[in-house]
Nanobody
Framework: VQLVESGGGLVQPGGSLRLSCASS????????LSWYRQAPGKERELVAG????????QYADSVKGRFTISRDNRKNTVYLQMNSLKPEDTAVYYC?????????WGQGTQVTVSS
């Protein structure tokens, strides 16, 4: 199982970024996936999740209305569209899949929101 995040960077408050997580090594369309983030000195937290077919999504209260999770099962990729970014969104963002009895994580992508 391999997950590779991309799309992070430096953005001003109010700006947007789209993160991608390319996946391989498992039957992508059969599994729910999630985005998490970890800010310096804080625990890793769930940001958003999406069901295997994409019909069910969930969001942390802190990002509802600003972030959108989606997936393309033809491309084995999950996305996180982040709008109206705030300085408190600054963190390393990770995608995760639970495969069997194990959680698999990507290496993360840094998102920094600063003027």
């Amino acid at each position: 199982v391999q997950l590779v995040e991309s799309g992070g960077g430096l953005v001003q408050p109010g700006g947007s970024l789209r993160l991608s997580c390319a996946s391989s090594g498992f039957t992508f369309s059969s599994y729910a996936l999630s985005w998490y983030r970890q800010a310096p000195g804080k625990e890793r937290e769930l940001v958003a999740g999406i069901s295997s077919a994409g019909g069910v999504t969930q969001y942390a209260d802190s990002v509802k209305g600003r972030f959108t999770i989606s997936r393309d099962n033809r491309k084995n990729t999950v996305y996180l569209q982040m709008n109206s970014l705030k300085p408190e969104d600054t963190a390393v963002y990770y995608c995760k899949v639970r495969h069997g009895l194990q959680n698999y994580w990507g290496q993360g992508t840094q998102v920094t929101v600063s003027s």
